[in-house]
């Protein structure tokens, strides 16, 4: 074994290298040369203590060029996105939609509602969301609350003015856990880890915005939507001189609304943060009655959750009419949200939905509620066992990857990937291929792959965590051959960004390849 010093040298040339160390090598010309250029790939001791597996296949010719620990469980991440939005699209259609619907409960005289608003989720991610359905990416201009606007001008249609009771946020149609089995609860404050919930709005966030004043003088905090004092934000920070470096730190009370915010942010400049809130249905509810009031109509009652009712609402009863529905944009935009960007509530929600709307084969207590992970799961299983996945040793405990619990192996994200790439359905294979992240141009990949012959061409989901590294896709070989590949790490205590460097340096090979 050659001493450590000049094995981390030979690694650190690598790592800076990047893709052009493979390209460096001769082109691989069959399955032997491939499988012997992707084991020097991986022979750094810097990585001696951690544990890869890669699966390389030609869909072309329906074989397997390289195997490596190709049946061994590890922990996908984000590739986990995979297999949710594969199941999704499969079992819902690419053109399925959410329908989130207003509804009035009472009577209307004098142009007053003398009743509740009602509003009745469906389970959708992108009700006043902050992402583009039609590049998957957060954009910060967008006007969350333009929905619940247009909501107004619906009533006033309707001739409503004023509305003398609550604003009551229904999200029955999903069960009450906020959380995915197997989060870390320091996660929570953190938009990655958003609750879920059978009425989401705004992400399920509030934006943060930490401005530097005077040093010495608390930072300028302010938050969007509206400034809504459905949060309290208590303000720890201290302004310092305009040369210095944010450290700013942010918690959450669990189960409740007060963000803390400390540590120290530079004179003249500014960061935005988005953070959780907990009960998203009561934030949905309250945002919506604050919209309503500042559009000149008065909400007498209070925003309030469904749960909090001691009898549910009766959607079927002649005084409970829709007076304005939200309709989301179709599942094959949605799934762009969930893979190039990697959003994990969009992720989880869709896993939810399946639980909601696909039957399952299973008794009731096994199955778990619906709109549960469990039912979804239970659902998402049909289409796993179509792709030939052997569902008997396949673990997922969520929809995003987020989840420790996970546990797939190379050889089932390649049966996915496989099943996906020759789906019947031509828009849903279409749909499923336009999320992935592209090389050097979007999402996730926006920065890798800049040259070379995967920019541009590699089509593939990342995923990270601590310890942890992946990436799944496809590739054409530089024949024009299409390559689905499977590359992932686990138990690795270097940095994330030198795992994704030797993925790259892999990928590389992959696209190479000429035979």
Not at 132 to 144: F, I
Not at 223 to 245: C, F, G, I, K, M
Not at 431 to 457: M, Q
Request: glycine fraction near 8%; proline fraction near 8%; aromatic fraction near 6%.
């Amino acid at each position: 074994m050659p001493p450590a010093g000049i094995a981390l040298c030979g690694l650190l040339i690598l790592l800076l290298a990047g893709p052009t160390v493979a390209a460096g090598q001769p082109a691989p010309r069959s399955p032997r040369q491939l499988e012997r250029a992707v084991d020097q790939v991986l022979a750094d001791t810097l990585f001696r203590n951690a544990f890869w597996g890669v699966l390389v296949y030609d869909l072309a010719h329906d074989r397997t060029l390289v195997a490596r620990h190709a049946g061994k469980s590890f922990l996908p991440a984000s590739n986990t996105k995979l297999y949710t939005t594969a199941a999704a699209l499969d079992l819902l259609g690419p053109d399925f939609r959410y329908r989130t619907t207003l509804y009035a409960a009472g009577t209307v005289r004098d142009s007053v509602l003398h009743g509740a608003l009602l509003l009745r989720g469906a389970g959708d991610p992108s009700l006043g969301s902050y992402y583009d359905p039609l590049t998957g990416e957060p954009v910060d201009s967008l006007d969350v609350t333009a929905v619940f606007r247009a909501w107004a001008d619906s009533l006033r249609a309707a001739g409503i003015a004023a509305i003398e009771g609550d604003v009551i946020g229904d999200d029955d149609v999903m069960d009450d856990q906020p959380l995915g089995i197997g989060w870390s609860w320091d996660d929570e404050p953190y938009s990655y880890a958003a609750e879920l919930g059978g009425l989401v709005f705004s992400d399920n966030v509030i934006r943060l915005r930490t401005e530097g004043r005077q040093p010495g003088a608390p930072a300028r905090l302010t938050w969007r939507p509206l400034q809504t004092d459905y949060v309290e934000v208590v303000n720890r920070t201290r302004s310092v001189p305009a040369d210095s470096s944010f450290d700013l730190d942010y918690d959450r009370a669990r189960a409740q609304n007060i963000l803390y915010v400390s540590g120290e942010a530079p004179q003249g400049r500014s960061r935005e943060t988005a953070l959780t809130i907990s009960n998203p249905t009561r934030y949905a509810a309250h945002v919506l009655r604050q919209v309503l009031m500042d559009e000149g109509i008065p909400v007498l009652g209070t925003a309030r959750d469904v749960d909090d009712l001691s009898i549910r609402p009766d959607y079927a009863a002649p005084t409970v009419v829709p007076v304005a529905t939200y309709l989301s944009p179709p599942l094959s935009d949605l799934v762009r949200i969930v893979n190039k960007p990697s959003q994990n509530l969009y992720a989880d929600q869709l896993l939810r939905t399946l639980g909601v709307h696909v039957p399952v084969d299973l008794p009731e207590d096994e199955a778990g509620p619906p709109g549960s992970t469990e039912r979804g799961l239970a659902a998402a299983m049909r289409t796993f066992a179509r792709a030939g996945v052997d569902t008997s040793r396949l673990r997922l405990a969520d929809g995003s990857g987020l989840s420790r619990m996970n546990l797939v192996t190379p050889e089932m994200t390649l049966a996915l990937l496989r099943y996906m790439w020759h789906h019947p359905d031509p828009p849903t294979r279409a749909a499923f291929l336009a999320s992935l992240p592209v090389g050097g141009v979007d999402g996730t990949l926006e920065h890798r792959f800049p040259n070379g012959p995967t920019h541009g061409s590699v089509r593939a989901k990342t995923g990270t965590l601590t310890g942890v590294s992946t990436l799944s896709g496809y590739v054409p070989s530089a024949r024009g051959t299409p390559l689905a590949f499977v590359v992932m790490c686990t138990s690795h205590t270097v940095r994330s960004a030198d795992a994704r460097a030797v993925q790259d340096a892999l990928v590389d090979l992959f696209a190479r390849y000429r035979r």
